[in-house]
């Protein structure tokens, strides 16, 4: 039987998910995020972790580590939009009094369920949105948000549930801000994505809606050596799978997909010149959507209707050289 342990980090309660192949450690009170994946194979850490003396550097910015969660993600133009006339207004927190990465941060999820079975072990979460009366400020509708991780293996499977608990129409977009690690060898990793274009940015660095060639990136659909790479870049990801491939020169390496009926955009970040991480980011919307003019089949705003529960997947699969 699989198994699911509790520890804690800072004092904060964290869950942790095991098999043979993975430890998968959640931190649910501060932010829900998948702070660790720690993979026994390989004997590595998958994913950028906080140590525990960054917790002030964490409590900032804590979409800086993990999997974090953006609700919803990239920027909005000062902070503010209207929908189905009602009125929103997001905290003003980056250049230009302009909004960055959603009312996610560090809010306290509560665990609502774990199971333990001979073929993996799942923990499911749980938030609502009026329990924060920050978030309740800015995105005055009510939500209950869920999410479940499943481990099976070498596989973690992650499930977003979305309960419209209001009597309006509402927008909605999620991201995850997910930094793999490079382990200070770029020039050992490729990414393969399979994109149709990038999307221009505005001197705010908010997208336009107006799509490019991807030129030289188009390595990006076959396999792209990660060496002088220096991504800060959003893609349409158009008819192609929602699939990212990241693979060491030694066979090792991991797929990241999700759900195409929702997730419409990748983001590559490597923070500078590609070093110790490369975030692979999976959006459902064009940051900025509600202000951009464009149909929701193009930015990928999913409007939420009263009483509607919404279901979004992703998942991780490690791959491993055949002589493991």
């Known amino acids: 039987m699989k198994k699911v342990t509790k520890g804690q980090w ?6 942790t998910l095991h098999s043979r192949e993975l430890d ?10 998948v702070i660790s994946i720690r993979d026994h194979i390989q004997q590595r850490d998958v994913l950028r972790r906080p140590d525990e003396s960054e917790l002030d550097f964490y409590l900032q910015k804590p979409y800086h580590f993990g999997i ?10 000062r902070g503010k939009f209207t929908y189905a006339e009602q009125e929103y207004q997001f905290d003003v927190n980056t250049a230009n009094d302009n909004h960055i990465h959603g009312l996610h941060r560090t809010q306290a999820w509560c665990v609502s369920d774990i199971e333990e079975d001979d073929e993996g072990c799942t923990i499911t979460t749980e938030f609502k949105t009026t ?6 400020r800015q995105f005055p509708v009510p939500l209950k948000l869920e999410m479940t991780l499943r481990l099976q293996g070498a596989k973690l499977q992650q499930t977003f549930k979305i309960h419209h608990l209001g009597d309006q129409p509402a ?3 999620l991201g995850l801000h997910t930094w793999f690690l490079l382990d ?12 149709s274009g990038k999307y221009d940015l505005d001197e705010e660095l908010i997208t336009t809606g107006e799509i490019t060639p991807l030129g030289e990136l188009e390595q990006l659909i076959t396999g792209m050596n990660l060496q002088g790479t220096n991504f800060d870049t959003m893609f349409q990801i158009g008819n192609n799978p929602v699939q990212a ?11 990241y997909s999700a759900d195409p009926a929702y997730f419409k955009h990748w983001v590559l970040y490597t ?5 110790q991480f490369l975030c692979i980011e999976p959006y459902t919307w064009l940051p900025d959507a509600p202000n951009s003019g464009l149909p929701n089949e193009v930015t990928g705003l999913i409007e939420l209707k009263p009483a509607q529960t919404l279901e979004l997947n992703l998942q991780l699969e490690m791959i491993y050289p055949s002589s493991t």
């Open 68 to 77: 974090p969660l953006l609700i919803p993600p990239g920027r909005i133009r």
């Open 184 to 195: 200070g060898e770029p020039d050992k990793w490729t990414i393969t994505l399979p994109v």
């Open 245 to 255: 491939t990241l693979m060491h020169n030694d066979g090792y390496g991991l797929i």
């Open 24 to 33: 998968v450690t959640l931190l649910p009170r501060l932010g829900n995020n």
């Open 271 to 275: 923070k500078g010149e590609a070093d």
């Open 10 to 15: 800072n004092g904060y309660d964290t869950y």
């Open 131 to 136: 329990d924060d009366p920050q978030w309740i």
């Open 171 to 173: 927008p909605f977009g």
